[in-house]
């Protein structure tokens, strides 16, 4: 984070390729704020979102099946409903159990492929 970008071989096409990159990214970098700011830990805190961001509604509708969802029901389980992935999670104090359960409710609501639904039909 403190290596200077124009010191590793920075010049004015890679500065405009990096400001290119962060703005598909969603930031928006001014030029003379990199000439400014050559390192990562100077450049961070003057980065600025472009103010597009990514919808955050809920998607609804059918999707075509993932790569690793299309191996799963390649497997034929006799369980088919049922796929399950442990972990555990520790703490050594105690866990506050409500915070933690309002916890993964919102994760669930905002991570549609949590709530995801498979319907066998007849075409699959």
Do not use: C
């Not at 598909?24 to 700011?37: E, I, P, T, V």
């Not at 609501?109 to 007849?122: M, N, S």
């Amino acid at each position: 984070t403190q290596d200077n970008f124009f010191e590793l071989g920075g010049d004015s096409i890679k500065a405009l390729q990096v400001s290119s990159r962060l703005l598909q990214a969603g930031y928006r970098l001014d030029m003379k704020d990199l000439f400014s700011n050559p390192t990562v830990a100077s450049l961070s805190p003057v980065l600025r979102t472009d103010g597009k961001m990514a919808s955050q509604e809920e998607v609804v509708g059918q999707v075509e099946l993932t790569p690793i969802q299309r191996w799963f029901f390649e497997q034929r389980p006799v369980d088919l409903h049922h796929n399950n992935q442990a972990m555990m999670l520790y703490r050594a104090g105690r866990f506050d159990i409500e915070a933690l359960r309002r916890t993964m409710e919102r994760i669930v609501q905002h991570h549609d492929a949590l709530r995801t639904v498979f319907r066998e039909t007849e075409q699959g």
